[in-house]
């Protein structure tokens, strides 16, 4: 993480049950830990209530769950009788449980995952390849601890070993959940640096960030406002889809256009719902006056899209310099702000 010059913080095992996880949109959590921190984590066997309703509301959580170990401190588990032949596990976010076996052989499920291009893992990612020992994922004296079941509907498996697999992304709710078996931190610290493999670790922690923050925020359709029926798009996530980031109209509710052409400022809070976008910057106003000459106003512009809650539809607003507003609940299209 310091390498990808992330901000963060460590906090412990016993302090998540008293932690507002609000403040966090990315949470990872390391493997090989002791008992106490897993049964902390799982209390009465199941994944933290505060972790799973954090998930379901936006979060993306990067979970690495080889358990096991052997290293001093780092041979817990998340199961009863954990790290026995009798052990049964825990239950992680969506219902996900894990079954041990150290293997030393994972292949390639999903090469288009950016876990496996490296898209996002910058210095010390890259390509996972898997054509010979420690060349990228076999022979790490157990490249994974243990194979995942009982996966959510749409899981996307990453790596597997012959049993099952074990790297895997799902979505849960609001939010998505990132897994592995796998022994990545390990072979990322390794003792013998001749021997390290840094990007499988890297590869993870990228795509985790790039999830976080490129997330779905646009919209468009009609509105009723209070000052005339209006039209809206506008769209906040080129990192997503490629699209201009930029907020327009074909008909603000007095017939006249509109089309941003700077945005200034972005003010997104992605835990409170019902999620709000507020956008602001420059644009010209267009239209034609009485006798037909084409209008080019330029001005500063304020625009709030809000999406809809359990009981209540979408709604947007506009606040332009020119004097004119409009605000009201839609009557057809939507406001999305947040998922993939």
Known sequence: ??????????????????????????????????????????????????????????????????????APGAGGGWSHSACSVIASSYTFVGGVKHIGSFSDENTIVTSSSPVVTGKYGGTHGGQIV???????????????????????????IILRETNGPVFIEYQYGDGLVIATTTSMEWRYDYFQPSYQNLKLLANEIGYQNFKTVCQEKDGDGDFNGNHGKGHFNFDEDKCEDGDPNQVSTSDRGDGRGFQSTQIQTVQFDWMTLPRTITITGLGIVGGTTALGTSLGLPVTFTFVAVEPGPTTPSSVSFIF??????AGPLTGGSVILHGW
């Not at 505060?50 to 080889?66: D, E, F, P, Q, R």
């Not at 310099?321 to 409009?326: I, K, L, R």
Request: proline share 3%; glycine share 6%; charged share 10%.
């Open 321 to 326: 310099s020119d004097g004119y507003a409009n």
């Open 1 to 70: 993480m310091r390498t990808q010059q992330d901000s963060f913080c460590v906090i412990a095992s016993s302090q998540v049950s008293t932690t507002n996880l609000a403040h966090f949109q990315e949470i990872i959590i390391p493997s090989a830990q002791s008992q106490t921190y897993y049964d902390n984590l799982f209390p009465g066997g199941t994944i933290q209530s505060k972790i799973a309703s954090w998930v379901a509301h936006g979060g993306v959580l990067s979970a690495n769950l080889a358990d096991c170990a052997s």
């Open 130 to 156: 898997d054509n010979s020992c420690l060349k990228d994922l076999d022979c790490w004296g157990s490249s994974s601890h243990a194979y995942f079941t009982n996966l959510p509907s749409g899981t996307a």
